[in-house]
């Protein structure tokens, strides 16, 4: 850790502007700020419009498009202000995110600071974030066209990105910060492994919630609605029937409520499992913050559906996934080296 503090510092700086951005973004779709920008200047994009001209001229544009044109028809300049500022704000700290990979990484590999394996990483880690920013583009055209929403695929595809940068981010940290080698058991890091995948699903499906705004229905827990453990929505929706499971309202809903119950139970089964064997501080650290957060968002996840997603709890519960994600991404680390 002390030879390579810095290149640390710089990897959990990283990690900590991710999770910002993901704050932001979270807050842009829940305001439906997403689409208030329609062009991508790389440069000049990062200075907002700074005179009255400017702002007619950006919501000008805004207009030509079908937000504007079938949804917020009723809006004015202020109005406008307003949704304009938290997608520039996500835009900006996007840019900056790539400033603070790129420059450091570029230094550190001058200096020789890196070693090949970590050089190896880093790219990697460079990658995911131009791809990332790719996305971001991705996702805002496909609600250029003609709907005033994105795709809900292309929105899970730009989360689950961001939330994976994060991840691998805070794992190369944690493999300067943890260079030694132990003794692994093979069972519990495989186990945990599952239920990594289990959360990153489960991430995906909130994601699909969110870009269908399907948490604005069946509002009612434990049952859906009409006091049904499955609501016929959730099958007629879509045709064929296993469309609706990612593409319908309710029955996105329905695999995001009901996996949630698989993913709170499966991490359980990895505490209890590891009350068998020999724990160290931070694999037991990790445990019981893991055991402890996933109630957390089971808790959080079923009051933002009870009250329909109100802001503060849309952001909390996307707060309490990010969370989530690091322990269960530390926890892995330390059963893994």
Not at 10 to 20: D, E, S
Not at 33 to 54: A, F, V
Not at 103 to 109: G, I, K, M, R
């Amino acid at each position: 850790m002390k030879k390579n503090k810095y290149v640390v510092y710089w990897l959990l700086t990283g990690c900590f502007l991710i999770f910002v951005m993901v704050l932001v973004g979270g807050i842009t779709r829940l305001t439906h700020s997403g689409l208030s920008i329609s062009d991508y200047k790389l440069i000049h994009g990062t200075i907002p419009p700074m005179n009255e001209q400017e702002w007619q001229e950006a919501f000008e544009l805004y207009k030509q498009y079908p937000e504007y044109q079938k949804l917020n028809y009723h809006f004015g300049i202020e109005e406008f202000k307003d949704i304009y500022f938290w997608e520039w704000l996500h835009r900006v700290i996007g840019r900056f995110i790539g400033v603070v990979f790129i420059l450091p990484f570029l230094y550190f590999l001058l200096k020789k600071k890196l070693d090949r394996p970590t050089v190896k990483k880093c790219l990697v880690l460079l990658f995911l974030g131009g791809f990332q920013g790719f996305l971001g583009w991705y996702m805002v055209k496909s609600g250029l066209v003609d709907r005033p929403d994105v795709s809900h695929f292309r929105l899970a595809a730009h989360l689950t990105t961001a939330f994976i940068t994060f991840a691998y981010s805070l794992w190369v940290a944690l493999d300067l910060i943890y260079p030694e080698r132990k003794e692994i058991n093979t069972k519990i890091r495989n186990l945990i492994r599952v239920g990594l995948v289990l959360l990153l699903l489960q991430i995906i499906w909130g994601a699909f919630v969110a870009g269908l705004d399907a948490g604005f229905i069946h509002n009612h827990w434990p049952l859906m609605s009409d006091g049904k453990l499955i609501h016929e929505t959730v099958y007629i929706e879509q045709q064929p029937v296993i469309k609706n499971f990612y593409e319908g309202k309710s029955g996105v809903q329905f695999v995001h409520r009901y996996l949630a119950y698989i993913v709170v139970g499966f991490i359980a089964l990895i505490w209890f499992r590891t009350r068998k064997i020999e724990t160290t501080v931070l694999q037991e650290k990790g445990l019981k913050s893991l055991l402890a957060l996933v109630f957390l968002q089971f808790v959080l996840g079923v009051l933002t559906l009870i009250y329909a997603v109100p802001l503060w709890l849309g952001i909390a519960h996307q707060i309490g996934a990010f969370f989530l994600l690091a322990t269960m991404t530390f926890t892995l680390h330390r059963f893994s080296k």
